[in-house]
Nanobody, 119 residues
Framework: VQLVESGGGLVQPGGSLRLSCAASGFTFSSYAMSWYRQAPGKERELVAAISSGGGFTNYADSVKGRFTISRDNAKNTVSLQMNRLKPEDTAVYYC?????????????WGQGTLVTVSS
């Protein structure tokens, strides 16, 4: 089982980034997926989650209206489109496979990708 994130980097406040996660080693379409993040000195927190079929999503209040999670079950990928980025969005972002549906708990983690929002 492997999750590999890409797309992180440095962006100015107000800018956009798109993170992608390539999944392998399991039946991707059977699992809900999510993105978590961990900012310096803070605990990991849920950013967004999506059900196995893509029909249900869940977002942290801090990103609602700015971030969009999506998935492509034909390509075994899950993405996070991040718009109107703020300095407080700076964090390492992790792709996770969830157990127990889109409101479940992470059971597999990627290695993370760093997003830095700064002018």
């Amino acid at each position: 089982v492997q999750l590999v994130e890409s797309g992180g980097g440095l962006v100015q406040p107000g800018g956009s980034l798109r993170l992608s996660c390539a999944a392998s080693g399991f039946t991707f379409s059977s699992y809900a997926m999510s993105w978590y993040r961990q900012a310096p000195g803070k605990e990991r927190e849920l950013v967004a989650a999506i059900s196995s079929g893509g029909g249900f999503t869940n977002y942290a209040d801090s990103v609602k209206g700015r971030f969009t999670i999506s998935r492509d079950n034909a390509k075994n990928t899950v993405s996070l489109q991040m718009n109107r980025l703020k300095p407080e969005d700076t964090a390492v972002y992790y792709c996770t496979r969830l157990g127990g549906g889109y409101r479940g708990r992470p059971e597999v983690w990627g290695q993370g990708t760093l997003v830095t929002v700064s002018s």
